[in-house]
Structure formats: C-alpha cells, structure tokens
C-alpha cells in the first residue's frame, strides 16, 4: 500500500484531469481533489508531498475557466453542440420510460398499436 493510491469515490474525469495537467509538466497548478491526502499514495504523499498543492478555492477558479474556454471554443468550432448521434436517439426511443399515469386501457392500446406496426 506504500506505492498503491486510494482512487476509490474519485471521479473518473477529476483523475484524468490531474493526469492531463502532469502530461503537460503543469503538476503544481492543478488543485483538485485528486491530491487529496486521501486520494494519493503513502509514497506521494510522504516522498513526493504531492498533497501541499492541493486548494478547493483555487480548484473551483480554475475549473470554471476552464468551462469558459470550453464554451467559448464550442462556440466558434463548427460541429453542433445540440446533435444527437442516430444511435443515441433509437436507444433513448426503444427504452422510453412508461409514464407513471399509464391505466390498463392504455397499456392495451399501446400493445396493439405495437402489434400492428410489426405486422
């Protein structure tokens, strides 16, 4: 347990967040939750003191100018951020969730309009 960190409850995207900043040399601007004492090695955190960074303040400042950049460059890129894949729409239209006033007379309806369309 010396070498192994405790990544448990941590997102998947904060960890790759933190993983994109040492990529880029940057270790010591990131702030998040990721070098969280609890969320890093014994070694990391004895050895490496990788937890002495760590600032929710300046972890929240930093993740909202992030967001704007990502904004702004969806903004000016020319995919549409509203398009939905083919396949999304078909699996969201076959697993539609039943609505909660659905009465029996309804359900039959709807089976037989189902039998019908196959047919």
């Excluded at 600032?55 to 950049?69: F, G, I, S, T, W």
């Excluded at 969806?74 to 509203?82: G, Q």
Aim: one cysteine or more; hydrophobic letters at 30%; aromatic letters at 8%.
């Amino acid at each position: 347990m010396v070498f192994v960190a405790d990544t448990t409850g941590l997102d998947l995207r904060e960890q790759e967040r933190y993983w994109s900043f040492v990529r880029e040399g940057r270790a010591q601007d990131y702030h998040g939750i990721a070098i969280h004492p609890r969320h890093i090695s014994l070694w990391e955190r004895i050895i490496l003191r990788r937890h002495r960074h760590y600032n929710p303040e300046m972890d929240r400042d930093a993740k909202v100018c992030e967001l704007k950049q990502r904004y702004e460059a969806s903004l000016s890129s020319d995919k549409d951020v509203d398009e939905v894949p083919d396949h999304v729409t078909a699996f969201s239209a076959m697993h539609r969730p039943m609505p909660r006033e659905t009465n029996r007379d309804d359900l039959e309806k709807m089976e037989r309009e189902e039998e019908e369309t196959r047919e």
